[in-house]
Nanobody
Framework: QVQLVESGGGLVPPGGSLRLSCVAS????????LAWFRQSAGNGREFLAG????????VYADSVKGRFTISRDRADRSVYLQMNNLKPEDSAVYYC???????????????WGRGTLVTVSS
């Protein structure tokens, strides 16, 4: 069972930046995808960004395109989410997830981290 551990959340003022990290307990095959989701109170889990473990190609939700950047370090079994120009509506619990078969949908993910809280407030 792969374990994913997120870190890097916290309190940041509007317009600020945060970098989230996610470390996996095991290596992934090239066919895997890693993704970031978030969930705020009263809402479902929202896809933000995903990356293909092998080629490193990325996809983004329109809501974060141009502000968030996903990257990965295969040697460190890590995936990152650089978040810039944060807004109060970005406040949520952010989750890292992985799918062995190359998909990005919330229902496709095989493994989930426990999440890290991001609060954007002055």
């Amino acid at each position: 069972q792969v374990q994913l551990v997120e870190s890097g959340g916290g309190l940041v003022p509007p317009g600020g930046s945060l970098r989230l990290s996610c470390v996996a307990s095991e290596r992934f095959f090239s066919s895997a995808t890693l993704a970031w989701f978030r969930q705020s109170a009263g809402n479902g889990r929202e896809f933000l960004a995903g990356i293909r473990w092998g080629y490193g190609t990325t996809v983004y939700a329109d809501s974060v395109k141009g502000r968030f950047t996903i990257s990965r370090d295969r040697a460190d079994r890590s995936v990152y989410l650089q978040m810039n120009n944060l807004k109060p509506e970005d406040s949520a619990v952010y989750y890292c997830a992985a799918d062995r078969n190359g998909n990005f949908g919330v229902s496709d993910m095989d493994y989930w981290g426990r999440g890290t809280l991001v609060t954007v407030s002055s």
